[in-house]
């Protein structure tokens, strides 16, 4: 099992969204809660749209290992 797996494993859209919630004003928040509601949407996603607006540091290398994943 590679390193990708695991992060891909570890982290779905949902996990994603209480990682990030903390760090999202209420309108990025509910576009990310709007766009998970999509039957396209995919974990690497929801880490693209949340990464420029997250400041903590070991949050956005877990979105950074996300999205290097292209976990689905």
Request: proline share 1%.
């Amino acid at each position: 099992m590679t390193l990708n797996h695991d992060i891909c494993q570890c982290y779905d859209w949902g996990k994603v969204e209480m990682l990030v919630s903390p760090h999202l004003d209420d309108f990025l928040m509910t576009a990310l809660v709007m766009q998970g509601q999509s039957a396209n949407y995919h974990t690497g996603e929801a880490a693209s749209q949340a990464i420029a607006n997250v400041k903590d540091e070991q949050v956005r290398a877990i979105l950074a290992r996300i999205l290097a994943s292209n976990c689905d």
